[in-house]
Every structure is written in structure tokens, then in C-alpha cells.
């Protein structure tokens, strides 16, 4: 028996989030019986947490027991060849059998990206947000520093959430702004990247979060006011939930200093 660990990329468009659901056509479903043509093997998967419908990922880990002899450096290219074009394998590696890939992450990244220039990009559509309006990025970015922390997040969980707690810490809060498909003398103001890296999220929770910077950045709140929206743990008091085509998983982070690939982030 081994435990092998799998990081998978995916366009998440078409499918119904991540995790195996009733009405089936998930991320998961696939990846499993991918890997039960290859090996023979009906088995389940365990991955770091869910991604909704619609949703991306650039970084999601996962982690299951096989008993087939398959060589560890063969299992993406062999995995590959029986999945969608829309979902790629990229790295695998044998872990202890104890090894949990939910459990045992320290740090997990999340992007999300708002197209601010004028007309949408077609090339990009299924990946941004296009916002119609200008958006005051500097005050969106100085709202987002409020959530660095721990802190209940609440406001920012969806109102189905059943976490016991919503007590989170995020470590790291930034925004990016590309502009290089700005046009000369045209109102584009470029494409927005948020990242938040914390250790773990709450559902939905950077969706609001995003839609309620959203807000900050269209002049219907303030920077400041995200400290009151965050302490007033109350779902009500945040701004909208973003689309979800917009949000991407980009990265989950471990210590694996003692396995034997120290190239896997």
C-alpha cells in the first residue's frame, strides 16, 4: 500500500466544484475514475478543501492509497492521458501513509482577478471578472490590510457555512495590477490580481470578501469601514458575493522538507 500525493491544475468551468456531489460532474469524479481506468482501483480521493462551481484552481493537492506498482514519475503523464483537456495532473509524489493533504496544510493561496479595463478579454472571459466602472484600487487595497489576521470571519462566510468555528488567520493580503493591455488614451485601468494567503478559508468567503471590496472600490463604502463590517459578524453587513469565475486556488503549501522532492511548493 502507498499514499501517493498529486497536485492537479483545472479550468473548473464546466464542472460542479471539486468535491464528489449527488448531481455528479465534479473535478473529483473525474480525477477518481481516471485513475480507476489506469490502475483498476474504485477509491476515493482526499484534497486539501473544495472549490465551488465554477471555480479554478492553478494548485489543489490531493492524496490517496493504491496498491498498484505503478512508478511514482509515471502516474502524471499515465493520469493525463485519461483526463479532460480542462484538467491537468503536474507533480506526484509517494508520502507517509499517515500523510493527510486537508489536515496537514499550512498555507493556502487563493487569487482572485478583476478585469478593470473598458471591454472584456475574450481570450481570459472563463478566468476575470470585467467590471464595467472605474475602481479606486488604492482604496481597495488598503481595505483589504483590515483582514490581515486572526479574526472571526463571520461577515465573510456564507450564511449554509457549518463550521464550528470561524475563527481564521490570514497571513498575507496583496494586490497586483497588470496594465500592459491597457490602451493609449482609453478609460482601461488594467486587470486586477487579489491574493490572500491564509491558513484555510471559509466558504464563499473570498467571494465576499471580493465583492465587498468591490464596493470600497466603486465609492459605496470606505476603506475603513471593513474593520466595522468584519467585527460585526454578520453576514448582512458585508457586500456581495463575486462570481465564481474569478477565483482561483493557487496555491496549498506543506512542510515537506523531509520527503524526498524538494521542488514540490
Avoid at 85 to 107: M, N, Q
Avoid at 155 to 177: D, G, L, Q
Wanted: glycine residues 8%.
Amino acid at each position: 500500500m502507498r499514499n501517493l500525493l498529486m497536485k492537479v491544475s483545472y479550468d473548473g468551468t464546466d464542472y460542479n466544484g471539486f468535491q464528489t456531489q449527488p448531481g455528479g460532474n465534479t473535478v473529483q469524479d473525474v480525477l477518481e475514475h481516471a485513475i480507476e481506468r489506469l490502475s483498476g482501483e474504485k477509491l476515493k480521493i482526499t484534497a486539501s478543501g473544495r472549490t465551488d462551481a465554477g471555480v479554478h484552481a492553478r494548485g489543489q493537492v490531493f492524496n490517496f492509497y493504491t496498491e498498484a506498482k505503478i512508478p511514482v514519475e509515471r502516474w502524471c503523464s499515465a493520469l493525463n492521458s485519461r483526463l479532460p483537456e480542462d484538467i491537468v495532473v503536474t507533480d506526484a509524489w509517494e508520502v507517509p501513509l499517515e500523510f493527510h493533504s486537508r489536515r496537514e496544510a499550512k498555507r493556502k493561496t487563493y487569487r482572485y482577478t478583476i478585469n478593470a479595463n473598458q471591454f472584456p478579454d475574450l481570450f481570459h472571459r472563463r478566468y476575470q471578472f470585467h467590471h464595467h466602472g472605474r475602481l479606486d484600487m488604492a482604496a481597495m487595497e488598503e481595505g483589504l490590510r483590515h483582514l490581515i489576521g486572526t479574526h472571526d470571519y463571520t461577515t465573510f462566510a456564507s450564511r449554509h457555512s457549518t463550521k464550528p468555528s470561524h475563527v481564521r488567520t490570514i497571513y498575507e493580503a496583496w494586490i497586483e495590477i497588470d496594465t500592459s493591455m491597457c490602451r493609449p488614451g482609453s478609460r482601461d485601468q488594467g486587470v486586477l490580481y487579489a491574493y490572500l494567503t491564509g491558513s484555510g478559508f471559509l466558504q464563499h468567503m473570498v467571494r465576499i470578501i471580493m465583492g465587498t471590496l468591490m464596493e470600497v472600490g466603486e465609492g459605496k463604502r470606505t476603506p475603513e469601514s471593513i474593520k466595522t463590517i468584519l467585527e460585526a459578524k454578520n453576514r448582512a453587513a458585508a457586500g456581495p458575493t463575486a462570481v465564481s469565475k474569478g477565483l482561483m486556488l493557487w496555491d496549498v503549501e506543506y512542510d515537506l522538507s523531509s520527503f524526498a522532492k524538494p521542488d514540490f511548493a
